[in-house]
């Protein structure tokens, strides 16, 4: 079992007492997911009130922020495990679940993009706008190679790496108040989500080349 699959496991652990209480009370895994969207818009709300009021070089509201980022990162595992344990999944779920989830990227992205921006690190913003298109591509291709009947789940900069790698970054940042500690890990997202796009690109390819071959 891989390390991603492994932490996981131990979270679906941790958060099962809690799922179990979901479920008890009648919350339905699309509450849940709207919930974690709720909370992302928060977060964003906060970046952007940070760009527009806090003194250039006081991190502290990026910090809050990346703390509300990673909560909401929580609902995206509650709502899968409330709609698998409570015997609720759908395939409108499925759907609301990821247009959901990429709702909160874009939103997050922005956040912290307008936040850059803003308080006049133009160049650093640019990590976070490659990084969106990264995220985007990697869900889309995904999604469309799913759509031609191959599975594309691979790579390492899948979005629950983006949530905690971008959502650490903002918190270090905050703690520490220093810009570098979110710019790199924003940068690291920026460069694996654009890899992982194209190693999906290229096993479709593959995938495709063998059933084109397979026709002949």
């Given at each position: 079992?891989?390390?991603r699959?492994k932490?996981q496991?131990?979270i ?23 919930s ?12 952007i009130y940070?760009?527009i009021?806090a003194?250039?070089?006081?991190f502290?509201?990026?910090g809050?922020?990346?703390a509300?980022?990673?909560f909401?990162g ?12 409570g015997?609720?999944s759908s ?5 609301f679940?990821?247009?959901l989830?990429?709702y909160?990227?874009?939103?997050v992205l ?8 803003l308080?006049g690190?133009?160049?650093?913003s640019?990590?976070?706008f490659v ?6 591509m ?6 469309r190679a799913?759509g ?7 790579g ?7 949530v905690?790698i971008?959502?650490l ?8 108040n220093?810009?570098l500690?979110l ?23 593959k995938?495709l080349?063998i ?6």
């Open positions: 079992m891989k390390a699959d932490a496991q131990i679906y652990k941790i958060i099962h007492p809690v799922v179990r209480g979901m479920i008890k009370i009648g919350i339905t895994p699309n509450f849940v997911t709207a974690g969207l709720f909370f992302t818009v928060i977060a964003c709300a906060i970046l940070g760009a009021n003194e250039r070089g006081d502290s509201l990026v809050w922020a990346g509300i980022i990673l909401a929580l609902f995206d595992m509650l709502d899968g495990q409330v709609a698998r344990l015997k609720m395939r409108y779920g499925a759907l679940d990821s247009v989830d990429r909160s990227e874009l939103i922005f956040g912290i993009c307008y936040y850059l921006i308080q690190y133009f160049f650093s640019l990590f976070g990084a969106l298109i990264g995220s985007m990697v869900s889309y291709i995904r999604a799913e031609l009947g191959i599975e594309c789940k691979g390492f900069m899948q979005r629950p790496e983006r905690v971008i959502s970054g903002a918190i270090g940042c905050g703690i520490f220093h810009l500690v710019v790199i890990p924003l940068a690291i997202v920026a460069v694996f989500s654009n890899v992982t796009a194209v190693g999906r690109l290229n096993h479709c390819r995938a080349a059933e084109d071959k397979g026709k002949e």
